[in-house]
């Protein structure tokens, strides 16, 4: 089978969908304003480098900040990159989330580091998870969908938003607990989703309360026998992919009746694989991080 090639040019559908900017304004920039210079095709077809799309992130950024594109289109590329960086020490979310796509895009950690450094100068990480990481994945599921950015891209980026949620956790683990009971986090069989999950994890640690985190691919046999350490458990997990629609009703059920029904304890899940089932007394959903970081 053969895999899907990591894209150094891009499509001005591409360009669209990493960029926000619709194609027909893209096109009226380029022509009216001479902001990129595409390649073409011999079929006449455009096709833009990483310097345009850069480039392109960039002008969105001034542009909907209230810089006029013909006053953009007088300035130089590093002009544009200065002013650019003006506005990240200003706070500036949609900056911060372009920046984090050139990084993911490029696989430039660098970048990454250092647009989240720049960042955690005037926001506490939780609030750069929430306000920008979460929105972030979000688009990041838009361009896998219309095949953007391959997996290899997708896990670059994920991965080192895991290692910025893993720094805070060692930070906080140590502390003390504010309660008996042990909050038990994991993902069902075939699910590796764990951005979210982890997050929660960081969560509860800073909430006092005891998490134990054990990431993707839990059997729930073996979930049993970790149950039976503790005097009082809560589970939490997050269903994206896994179990299936279809399955997810069945897998709760089992679920319930070896985890739950004997001590009377809960479940508190996540994921969009989980909002479309029957409703089970031990078994309690949310829409979102938030939503669950609250409740729990």
Do not use: C
Not at 17 to 37: D, F, M
Not at 176 to 184: C, E, F, L, N
Not at 225 to 250: A, R
């Amino acid at each position: 089978m053969s895999q899907k090639a990591i894209k150094s040019e891009f499509s001005i559908k591409d360009l669209e969908n990493l960029s926000g900017v619709k194609a027909h304004t893209i096109r009226i920039w380029e022509k009216r304003y001479n902001l990129l210079q595409p390649n073409r095709s011999d079929t006449n077809i455009r096709n833009y480098d990483l310097n345009n799309l850069t480039k392109l992130l960039n002008v969105s950024i001034l542009n909907a900040h209230g810089f006029k594109i013909s006053k953009i289109a007088d300035l130089g590329e590093d002009e544009i990159m200065q002013k650019v960086k003006e506005l990240v020490i200003s706070n500036n979310t949609h900056h911060a989330i372009n920046a984090f796509k050139i990084a993911m895009v490029t696989f430039d950690s660098e970048l990454f580091d250092r647009t989240y450094n720049q960042l955690l100068t005037q926001h506490s990480f939780r609030e750069i998870f929430l306000e920008i990481f979460v929105e972030l994945l979000q688009q990041m599921g838009y361009l896998w969908q219309t095949k953007t950015i391959t997996p290899a891209q997708e896990h670059f980026i994920s991965t080192l938003i895991k290692q910025k949620i893993l720094i805070n956790v060692e930070r906080i683990q140590n502390g003390g607990h504010r309660s008996d009971k042990t909050y038990i986090l994991f993902l069902p069989v075939n699910e590796i989703h764990d951005i979210g999950l982890l997050y929660i994890h960081f969560e509860l640690l800073l909430k006092g309360l005891k998490s134990i985190y054990l990431g993707s691919s839990v059997p729930i046999d073996n979930l049993a026998e970790t149950q039976k350490i503790f005097k009082k458990t809560e589970f939490v997990s997050y269903f994206t992919v896994e179990p299936s629609i279809e399955t997810v009703e069945e897998y709760l059920q089992e679920f319930d009746q070896v985890i739950l029904q004997e001590r009377g304890e809960k479940l508190h899940l996540l994921g969009k694989n989980a909002m479309n089932t029957a409703s089970l007394k031990n078994v309690i959903k949310y829409q979102s991080i938030p939503e669950a970081i609250e409740s729990i």
